[in-house]
């Protein structure tokens, strides 16, 4: 029988399926960073001046500020934020203005996103499916379904389209829960930002369909500075799902989000992540650099509930917060973290309780295996105001391997004396029993690690939306491909 | 062996190695009316170390204490745990910030840590940091925290039998912080009672 030592290698390398690159013809800006380039992006998507003011509002402030240190990321590289290309796009044909290049087309469809409506029209499928934002580099390239959401009055589109055509929403909503100056990345974000989703619920409306961004990254030498800016008016309901890949480069690349939510009172969102960037190869060179800041603001009785499962990236510093302003507000965070190879995660979540009997739950599941590292970073954070709040936080960590790291790092902050906070963790591996155990019955190896590892997410997993549970779980699988021990 | 430190008042080690496999017990007290920063590092370089760290840490009115305990084991085999209990009241401000680090190949070490803080007053704070930083997967380790008040339900219960709300509070802080004040010597066990 292969012992364990040599399982894990084994479970834990393979190859990255969504590498490839895709020959398109780009038109670029010149790498750097400068008002002049800030300048020449927001013209290239034609912005209004209040826009571009606010740019460089941002850009100034960025400028006085130093990048973050603390995270526990020791492979974190000094980026040279000179010597990156802040905008990239696919040139567009003048004779096909309308349609997505052929090309593009193929590259979604190679990566299983719908992003045309046929399939569903043709009533292949049997029932509506998901309305799709495509974002290729720096620009959104397709958008589905919007027809069919424009009747219930619901506003799906790029960001860049809000700014022309719902200006009044984006201005008053941009920044009002990430502040520009909110911290280093997210002012760099603020200045350089080019492509994103923007959606709006209108009053009482539930989104017939789920909706989902997927985000690819093809260009060489280029970031991607996604703003997603999401919007449920009161008694709304909504489910929004987010995708990433990029192909595989020698060169780390950096991916820098601002993802702001705003729920209205008594209105409900679900986001759920599926991110799969590239996480370097077996030597940990290359991958993506993914620093990305998320927050959203419950107001009265509002609900938001954030899942996400992290397998890609080469760096992942992320922690998606929920401010709970409102009485009686609710939120979740359910976390699959799983790192291989030289991959580090610092990535958790921020729950603020202000309001009255607001509540919080927090689910992390941290995987390592390899020589990785994965951290749970974590606050709560119970206010003055936040009378009869409650809170209660697990975060398990799974250890494949003996060279990887497993860390947990939660802060406690309690203002209140009639608020509940409770935290909990624990550590564990995948033992050779469970392993012999499996093997007994006559499942190999591998599939006994697989069958462990999704047996230890599942709780996460179930708050997935069907599309994404499955394509997550075989995730979990083939990203330990190589590494039972 | 025991060893029980009052902070402000006997002299507490701010760093200790264990070299040889013994049995230890540490027990950190905070009388009420004490303000203390309490930074205390612990390596654990032999296998075979049964370390158990108390911590009581009482804080009626403006008192500020802050713990910052390193339990690190640098060699596996060994077992650490850690209870700490606060009681926060007036405008006081009580932090723990607790850390077990387990070291690469430090196989087969169990380490536990707790940290439970009874907040009684809207003006007081608590900062809660327990944290874990892990190199080794043959481990078991845990860390559990929680913050919040007296229950009111085990309250009624006391006063519908005819205990008077007073002695009830008392009862329930005197059993909340006992798990700890058991390993006290009765001299002190005594005074903490007597200013409840």
Same mark, same amino acid.
């Given at each position: 029988?292969?012992?364990?030592?040599?399982?894990?290698? #084994?479970?834990?390398?393979?190859?990255?399926?969504?590498?490839?690159?895709?020959?398109?013809?780009?038109?670029?800006?010149?790498?750097?960073?400068?008002?002049?380039?800030?300048?020449?992006?927001?013209?290239?998507?034609?912005?209004?001046?209040?826009?571009?003011?606010?740019?460089?509002?941002?850009?100034?402030?960025?400028?006085?500020?130093?990048?973050?240190?603390?995270?526990?990321?020791?492979?974190?590289?000094?980026?040279?934020?000179?010597?990156?290309?802040?905008?990239?796009?696919?040139?567009?044909?003048?004779?096909?203005?309308?349609?997505?290049?052929?090309?593009?087309?193929?590259?979604?469809?190679?990566?299983?996103?719908?992003?045309?409506?046929?399939?569903?029209?043709?009533?292949?499928?049997?029932?509506?499916?998901?309305?799709?934002?495509?974002?290729?580099?720096?620009?959104?390239?397709?958008?589905?379904?919007?027809?069919?959401?424009?009747?219930?009055?619901?506003?799906?589109?790029?960001?860049?389209?809000?700014?022309?055509?719902?200006?009044?929403?984006?201005?008053?909503?941009?920044?009002?829960?990430?502040?520009?100056?909110?911290?280093?990345?997210? +002012?760099?974000?603020?200045?350089?930002?080019?492509?994103?989703?923007?959606?709006?619920?209108?009053?009482?409306?539930?989104?017939?369909?789920?909706?989902?961004?997927?985000?690819?990254?093809?260009?060489?030498?280029?970031?991607?500075?996604?703003?997603?800016?999401? &919007?449920?008016?009161?008694?709304?309901?909504?489910?929004?799902?987010?995708?990433?890949?990029?192909?595989?480069?020698?060169?780390?690349?950096?991916?820098? #989000?601002?993802?702001?939510?705003?729920?209205?009172?008594?209105?409900?969102?679900?986001?759920?992540?599926?991110?799969?960037?590239?996480?370097?190869?077996?030597?940990?060179? !290359?991958?993506?650099?993914?620093?990305?800041?998320?927050?959203?603001?419950?107001?009265?009785?509002?609900?938001?509930?954030?899942?996400?499962?992290?397998?890609?990236?080469?760096?992942?510093?992320?922690?998606?917060?929920?401010?709970?302003?409102?009485?009686?507000?609710?939120?979740?965070?359910?976390?699959?973290?799983?790192?291989?190879?030289?991959?580090?995660?610092?990535?958790?979540?921020?729950?603020?309780?202000?309001?009255?009997?607001?509540?919080?739950?927090?689910?992390?599941?941290?995987?390592? +295996?390899?020589?990785?590292?994965?951290?749970?970073?974590?606050?709560?954070?119970?206010?003055?105001?936040?009378?009869?709040?409650?809170?209660?936080?697990?975060?398990?960590?799974?250890?494949?391997?003996?060279?990887?790291? +497993?860390?947990?790092?939660?802060?406690?902050?309690?203002?209140?004396?009639?608020?509940?906070?409770?935290?909990?963790?624990?550590?564990?591996? &995948?033992?050779?029993?469970?392993?012999?155990?499996?093997?007994?019955?006559?499942?190999?190896?591998?599939?006994?690690?697989?069958?462990?590892?999704?047996?230890? +997410?599942?709780?996460?997993?179930?708050?997935?939306?069907?599309e994404f549970a499955v394509e997550a779980q075989k995730l979990l699988a083939v990203n330990l491909e190589g590494s039972v021990? | 062996?025991?060893?029980?430190?009052?902070?402000?008042?006997?002299?507490?080690?701010?760093?200790?190695?264990?070299?040889?496999?013994?049995?230890?017990?540490?027990?950190?007290?905070?009388?009420?009316?004490?303000?203390?920063?309490?930074?205390?590092?612990?390596?654990?370089?032999?296998?075979?170390?049964?370390?158990?760290?108390?911590?009581?840490?009482?804080?009626?009115?403006?008192?500020?204490?802050?713990?910052?305990?390193?339990?690190?084991?640098?060699?596996?085999?060994?077992?650490?745990?850690?209870?700490?209990?606060?009681?926060?009241? !007036?405008?006081?401000?009580?932090?723990?910030?607790?850390?077990?680090?387990?070291?690469?190949? #430090?196989?087969?070490?169990?380490?536990?840590?707790?940290?439970?803080?009874?907040?009684?007053?809207?003006?007081?704070?608590?900062?809660?940091?327990?944290?874990?930083?892990?190199?080794?997967?043959?481990?078991?380790?845990?860390?559990?925290?929680?913050?919040?008040?007296?229950?009111?339900?085990?309250?009624?219960?006391?006063?519908?039998?005819?205990?008077?709300?007073?002695?009830?509070?008392?009862?329930?802080?005197?059993?909340?912080?006992?798990?700890?004040?058991?390993?006290?010597?009765?001299?002190?066990?005594?005074?903490?009672? #007597?200013?409840?």
């Amino acid at each position: 029988m292969k012992n364990v030592q040599d399982i894990i290698p #084994a479970v834990t390398q393979h190859e990255y399926r969504e590498g490839f690159v895709t020959d398109i013809q780009q038109e670029f800006v010149p790498k750097g960073l400068n008002e002049e380039i800030i300048r020449t992006i927001s013209s290239l998507k034609g912005e209004p001046q209040w826009l571009l003011d606010f740019r460089l509002d941002a850009f100034s402030r960025w400028k006085k500020m130093t990048p973050p240190s603390w995270g526990h990321l020791s492979r974190l590289p000094k980026i040279d934020f000179q010597d990156i290309i802040y905008y990239a796009a696919p040139k567009k044909d003048s004779d096909r203005p309308k349609e997505i290049d052929p090309a593009l087309q193929e590259t979604f469809d190679k990566l299983g996103i719908p992003v045309g409506e046929r399939e569903v029209l043709a009533g292949v499928k049997p029932r509506e499916s998901v309305a799709v934002d495509a974002v290729f580099d720096s620009v959104s390239v397709s958008t589905t379904f919007r027809k069919t959401l424009a009747e219930k009055g619901i506003i799906f589109c790029s960001f860049s389209e809000a700014v022309r055509e719902h200006p009044e929403l984006v201005r008053k909503y941009l920044a009002s829960v990430v502040p520009v100056g909110d911290n280093f990345y997210a +002012a760099l974000n603020s200045a350089v930002f080019s492509d994103g989703s923007f959606c709006y619920i209108p009053k009482g409306v539930k989104c017939p369909m789920d909706l989902s961004s997927y985000f690819r990254i093809n260009a060489s030498g280029t970031g991607q500075f996604e703003r997603t800016l999401i &919007i449920a008016d009161e008694g709304s309901s909504v489910s929004y799902m987010e995708g990433c890949t990029a192909p595989m480069r020698d060169e780390n690349q950096l991916h820098a #989000a601002v993802v702001e939510i705003i729920v209205e009172k008594d209105a409900d969102v679900r986001y759920s992540t599926v991110q799969n960037w590239y996480p370097g190869d077996a030597q940990g060179r !290359g991958g993506i650099l993914n620093l990305v800041t998320k927050r959203g603001l419950c107001k009265e009785g509002a609900h938001l509930s954030w899942t996400q499962v992290e397998t890609g990236s080469a760096i992942t510093w992320k922690y998606p917060s929920t401010v709970l302003q409102g009485d009686g507000s609710t939120s979740e965070f359910y976390s699959v973290a799983l790192t291989n190879n030289w991959q580090q995660a610092d990535t958790g979540t921020k729950m603020i309780h202000l309001g009255r009997n607001t509540r919080s739950r927090i689910v992390s599941k941290g995987i390592s +295996a390899g020589h990785s590292e994965n951290s749970y970073r974590g606050l709560v954070r119970m206010g003055k105001g936040a009378f009869g709040a409650r809170n209660f936080s697990r975060c398990d960590s799974l250890l494949i391997g003996s060279t990887c790291g +497993a860390h947990t790092f939660p802060v406690i902050q309690n203002f209140n004396n009639t608020s509940l906070v409770e935290h909990e963790a624990t550590t564990s591996r &995948i033992s050779e029993d469970q392993l012999f155990y499996c093997n007994q019955r006559g499942i190999g190896p591998e599939d006994a690690v697989g069958l462990i590892v999704n047996g230890y +997410a599942r709780e996460v997993l179930q708050r997935l939306p069907m599309e994404f549970a499955v394509e997550a779980q075989k995730l979990l699988a083939v990203n330990l491909e190589g590494s039972v021990g | 062996m025991d060893r029980v430190y009052r902070v402000g008042i006997d002299e507490v080690p701010k760093r200790l190695t264990l070299k040889e496999a013994e049995e230890l017990r540490l027990v950190f007290v905070v009388m009420p009316g004490i303000s203390a920063d309490v930074p205390f590092d612990i390596s654990i370089e032999r296998e075979g170390v049964k370390l158990e760290i108390y911590g009581l840490y009482l804080c009626p009115r403006s008192e500020q204490v802050n713990f910052r305990v390193r339990v690190r084991h640098l060699v596996g085999g060994s077992t650490s745990t850690q209870l700490f209990k606060g009681i926060a009241g !007036g405008s006081a401000r009580v932090g723990f910030d607790g850390l077990i680090y387990i070291a690469p190949d #430090a196989q087969k070490t169990k380490a536990f840590q707790e940290n439970h803080t009874l907040l009684l007053s809207d003006s007081a704070l608590i900062d809660s940091r327990p944290q874990l930083e892990i190199y080794a997967d043959d481990v078991e380790c845990s860390h559990g925290a929680t913050t919040g008040s007296l229950n009111p339900e085990e309250l009624f219960y006391m006063r519908s039998r005819g205990i008077p709300e007073e002695l009830a509070r008392r009862i329930q802080i005197h059993s909340f912080i006992s798990p700890v004040l058991k390993y006290l010597p009765e001299e002190y066990r005594r005074q903490i009672l #007597a200013r409840l």
